[in-house]
């Protein structure tokens, strides 16, 4: 079992940066791939990146790229996401998630169902 808490959201300006961090709980932290995603209201969940177990690759959806940076520091459970550059459609609730590995045959890693264990979100809110 894994638990995964978000924090650091909040209301920036456009233009402005957020450092959101997920604090995580189970053994299988440190070797599963991590995903970010985000809802903003009405719309679908999205994809926002991705980090391997060990942190060498990351990969980001367009809309988050050259923008936002993924890390983890395995020693603390923690994986990060860095948002800079933020923009009013940046808007959402934030969810990182947990990629145990299990096999999913035909499911993409941008694809939630990727994905084991979830967060409860963290709300963004950027200003114009």
């Known amino acids: 079992q894994v638990q995964l808490v978000e924090s650091g959201g909040g209301l920036v300006q456009a233009g402005g940066s957020l450092r959101l961090s997920c604090a995580a709980s189970?053994?299988?932290?440190?070797?599963?791939?991590m995903g970010w995603f985000r809802q903003a209201p009405g719309k679908e969940r999205e994809f926002v990146g991705r980090?391997?177990?060990?942190?060498?690759?990351?990969y980001y959806a367009d809309s988050a790229k050259g923008r936002f940076t993924i890390s983890r520091d395995n020693a603390k459970n923690t994986v990060y996401l860095q948002m800079n550059s933020l923009k009013p459609e940046d808007t959402a609730v934030y969810y990182c998630?947990?990629?145990?590995?299990?096999?999913?045959?035909?499911?993409?890693?941008?694809?939630?169902?990727?994905?084991?264990?979830w967060g409860q979100g963290t709300q963004v809110t950027v200003s114009s």
């Open positions: 998630a947990v990629d145990t590995g299990r096999p999913r045959l035909g499911v993409p890693s941008f694809d939630g169902r990727r994905y084991d264990y």
């Open positions: 189970g053994r299988t932290f440190s070797s599963g791939a």
């Open positions: 980090i391997s177990w060990s942190g060498g690759i990351t």
